[in-house]
């Protein structure tokens, strides 16, 4: 297949480009490197199945030649990302949505959306199933995201319905691993950041708030078996093992050998208190189920994070 990958340069999309690679794929990767960066692709340049295009989605995209899927990955995810570059998330989930479903339709390509676990809210009902249509805040400091992901959910499908492009929406649950934006402000990094360099680790709120961590090796193959599949979706990919936060910062300091305090700040606004996938359907749809727990995970990351900082 040749395949194009919007945020390619980014965290999970340049893990993406490396598995389509290694299975055989073309990758045309397209990244404007507001939150990308060329390093995560550097390896990948040489090899003549690889092209890299600096461009932003939200603006009209073009590519030449044959293409037989657009992934769609393209868009800053991470809490710093929500205050800092609130529009350019809105554009990307919207605009840079439905120019990449036009490229797809105009090249007869096959459409995967990754979206997201944010549609879910601050869920009330758990764990999330996808028939759950969630509790987001619309107008607060995360509905930028939240809301641009499941804007670009309904346009996937009215472009499905009414051009009969072949679609797939994912539905990522707090994925980590190597090539994580150190600064970027999720748990996973900011944690391992203040442990290996000695600062206190920042727990919002009491702790109890829960998460579900999913490695990246985990969530890329889960995506290609979306991706090969026949089913429209949208399915959850990600890891059903709930931790809450404060057992996550008691491991990151048990795995990095860190002395580290842990101090309390205050609770963002709409921080969810649980986020679990019900991963039924993925399990029934092609037997996906993620391999790595996560003290191994965080161990692989660590040790990543040791060789930058």
Same mark, same amino acid.
């Given at each position: ?21 290694? =299975?055989?794929d ?12 060329? %390093? ?6 040489t090899?003549?199945?690889?092209? !890299? ?10 590519v ?45 390509? =096959?459409?995967?959306?990754a ?8 869920? @009330?009902?758990?764990? @999330? ?13 995360? %509905?930028?995201?939240? $809301?641009?992901?499941r ?9 499905h319905?009414?051009? %009969? ?18 600064d ?6 900011? !944690? ?16 109890? @708030?829960?998460?579900? !961590?999913?490695?990246?090796?985990? $969530? ?25 936060? %404060? ?17 309390? $700040? ?7 208190? @649980? =986020? ?9 749809? !092609? =037997? ?22």
């Amino acid at each position: 297949m040749r395949v194009v990958v919007s945020g390619g340069a980014g965290f999970l999309g340049s893990h993406l480009c490396r598995a389509l690679l290694d =299975r055989g794929d073309e990758v045309v990767c397209i990244d404007n490197l507001v939150t990308g960066r060329e %390093g995560n692709v550097a390896a990948l340049v040489t090899n003549p199945a690889f092209t !890299f295009i600096r461009h932003d989605v939200s603006n009209h995209v073009i590519v030449d030649g044959a293409v037989d899927a657009v992934m769609h990955l393209a868009s800053p995810a991470s809490p710093k990302d929500f205050t800092e570059i609130p529009i350019k998330i809105l554009k990307v989930g919207s605009l840079g949505t439905h120019n990449l479903l036009g490229l797809a339709k105009a090249k007869a390509a =096959r459409f995967f959306l990754a979206s997201t676990s944010e549609v879910y809210g601050d869920p @009330q009902v758990h764990p @999330q199933p996808e028939t759950y249509w969630g509790n987001v805040n619309p107008i607060g400091p995360r %509905g930028v995201y939240d $809301e641009s992901k499941r804007f670009a959910e309904a346009m996937t499908m009215a472009y499905h319905r009414q051009h %009969g492009v072949d679609v797939r929406i994912v539905r990522i649950f707090n994925v980590y691993g190597p090539r994580m934006r150190p600064d970027d402000g999720r748990v996973v990094s900011n !944690f391992i950041v203040q442990a290996l360099s000695g600062k206190p680790l920042t727990v919002y709120g009491d702790g109890s @708030q829960t998460r579900s !961590f999913c490695y990246v090796d985990d $969530e890329i193959s889960g995506f290609l078996a979306l991706l090969d599949s026949d089913y429209v979706g949208p399915v959850n990919i990600g890891n059903p093992n709930e931790f809450t936060v %404060g057992r996550l910062a008691e491991l990151v300091l048990e795995v990095t050998g860190s002395s580290s305090p842990i101090v309390r $700040e205050p609770l963002p606004v709409d921080d969810p208190t @649980q =986020r679990r996938p019900d991963l039924a359907l993925a399990r029934r749809l !092609f =037997r996906w189920e993620p391999a790595t727990d996560l003290w191994a995970g965080l161990v692989r990351t660590a040790e990543w994070f040791r060789t930058i900082l």
